[in-house]
């Protein structure tokens, strides 16, 4: 469907626009959960099978999940999806052994032979067990109950104006000759949540994500380059989506990349770097996030993406970074993906310190891991990818804590440096220690102030010296969050959805070079 056929107004929209209007108000009539009552005579029904069936521990997981994304190309509208999951997923200990099943068919007999097989798999797996789980304690949560925050309900939000939002946005940054492809999406994921477990916890969960992107790729000069404008994503509603402004965007997303295609290659040597929140995020994902899951440093993570130098005897007297390094752990941040009232394993949400003035004090951890390393309780960082997968570890909403001062402070202390905004290529060791980040875009710093553009700059480092090398930090007006929705970790693979706030920081001497070839 093209720009001008959504511009026509409700009455001549593509047909499939009308259909998925009426999809919309279909699938969401269907009782999936009549109420909250029904859901926990479920879940007990789910609990009562299991430990009959011998389990010494149950908890069971029911989820309802809707997720809308649209995808625009140039002038029309490529893509149009939403999708409708429903289930519901069983663990259990058995002599210290876990057992996990789950099923898409919610109904009483679905949920004794569910319950049923999640004890067998638990047996089976306790005759070889060789260190018995042990999980630390947590208080019940009889009645617990949590609604992420938003204001308007985005599926409320005809798919016409979404669409002409897109396609408006990506005919803007095509009045720019040098723009060849536009791009424009959006999506919004809707989680119902009820949690029970054999403790007597029975916890209700509502959880709303928006996000949309822009970029703009342009040719010229005998180059490609592409400038993006996120809207991070974030448990908010379409009140956040307004509040990005596409319309005002969309020309400043077009001319950053037209002006890439001129602009000078990264220069090679070490130099200072002010990084942009929008850049550091992802740095602090890869180089602290991970790094500080305690599943990870205790080496029962280590087939997706390795394990971690952060190791336990280092807990309270390692040097990860400078004095001006304080990263928090914030899963009580409303808008945080991580804050979500409580975890997979019913554990409340919480606050702690992972670096405190650059020395490692705490790890995300769940209440299996807790134990090793002898906490009395949960970080509450155990989270599934959906019903159908057991919970694992998961970065908590871990951000770099505001200093003070401006970034344009920052920047007046650096004669030569370089400014970067956005992320791009990265990539990381199996220890989380050597790494080299890109971004979107670039700026050199001249003499305490920004000037020309680059393009193609990577920076690399060793995580504690990078950190160790870090001088300022900016004030808290200049924090922002930046959310995460594709974090990948597991066999079988789960994507895991976190976020990581940060304001604009100052790091002294890294080493800097071309991220290809000029």
């Not at 999936?32 to 789910?46: H, L, M, Q, R, S």
């Amino acid at each position: 469907m093209h720009r001008r056929d959504v511009m026509r107004g409700i009455g001549a929209l593509p047909p499939l626009l009308l259909l998925g209007d009426r999809l919309q108000a279909a699938e969401l009539a269907k009782p999936v959960f009549a109420d909250a009552g029904t859901a926990k005579d479920f879940c007990e029904t789910v609990l009562k099978a299991a430990k009959s069936a011998g389990a010494d521990y149950v908890d069971v997981r029911l989820i309802r999940t809707r997720e809308q994304s649209l995808y625009a190309r140039n002038n029309r509208l490529a893509e149009l999806a939403d999708d409708l999951s429903a289930g519901f997923g069983v663990r259990c200990l058995y002599r210290g052994a876990w057992g996990f099943a789950s099923s898409s068919i919610v109904s009483p007999e679905s949920a004794q032979t569910t319950a049923q097989l999640a004890v067998e798999i638990a047996k089976a797996s306790a005759r070889s067990v060789v260190e018995p789980v042990v999980l630390v304690t947590e208080p019940v949560h009889a009645t617990g109950k949590y609604i992420t925050p938003r204001v308007v309900d985005p599926f409320g939000i005809p798919l016409a104006k979404k669409a002409e939002i897109l396609l408006t946005a990506n005919a803007q940054m095509q009045k720019i000759p040098e723009v060849k492809v536009a791009f424009g999406q959006m999506l919004f994921i809707q989680t119902d949540k009820y949690f029970a477990s054999s403790e007597g916890s029975f916890i209700q969960i509502d959880g709303l994500i928006s996000t949309a992107e822009l970029t703009a790729n342009a040719a010229g000069n005998n180059d490609q380059q592409s400038r993006t404008y996120e809207i991070f994503p974030r448990h908010a509603g379409w009140e956040y989506i307004e509040q990005g402004n596409f319309g005002a965007q969309a020309e400043r997303v077009a001319q950053e990349a037209k002006l890439k295609l001129t602009a000078q290659a990264s220069p090679q040597g070490k130099y200072d770097l002010v990084l942009d929140g929008s850049n550091l995020f992802l740095t602090i994902h890869e180089s602290v996030g991970h790094a500080t899951e305690l599943d990870r440093v205790l080496g029962y993570e280590a087939d997706y993406a390795g394990t971690s130098f952060a190791t336990t005897d280092k807990l309270g007297n390692f040097k990860y970074g400078s004095q001006y390094v304080n990263l928090v752990a914030d899963n009580l941040y409303p808008e945080g993906l991580a804050s979500t009232g409580f975890d997979d394993d019913g554990v409340a949400c919480q606050r702690w310190d992972i670096v405190k003035e650059g020395t490692l004090v705490g790890y995300s951890t769940n209440r299996e891991v807790a134990a090793k390393i002898n906490q009395t309780r949960s970080r509450g960082s155990s989270r599934a990818q959906g019903w159908d997968a057991i919970p694992i570890v998961r970065i908590a909403n871990v951000g770099l804590a505001p200093g003070s001062g401006t970034p344009a402070e920052l920047i007046k202390d650096v004669k030569d440096g370089i400014y970067i905004e956005g992320n791009g290529t990265f990539s990381i060791d199996q220890r989380r220690l050597n790494f080299q980040f890109g971004g979107d875009m670039f700026y050199r710093i001249r003499n305490g102030e920004k000037a020309e553009v680059l393009k193609d700059v990577v920076y690399r480092g060793v995580t504690p010296q990078f950190w160790g090398s870090c001088d300022g930090v900016a004030g808290a007006e200049y924090w922002k969050p930046y959310g995460v929705l594709n974090c990948g970790k597991g066999q079988p693979a789960q994507s895991g959805r976190m976020t990581h706030g940060a304001a604009p920081a100052r790091f002294r001497q890294i080493d800097v070079a071309p991220g290809r070839n000029s």
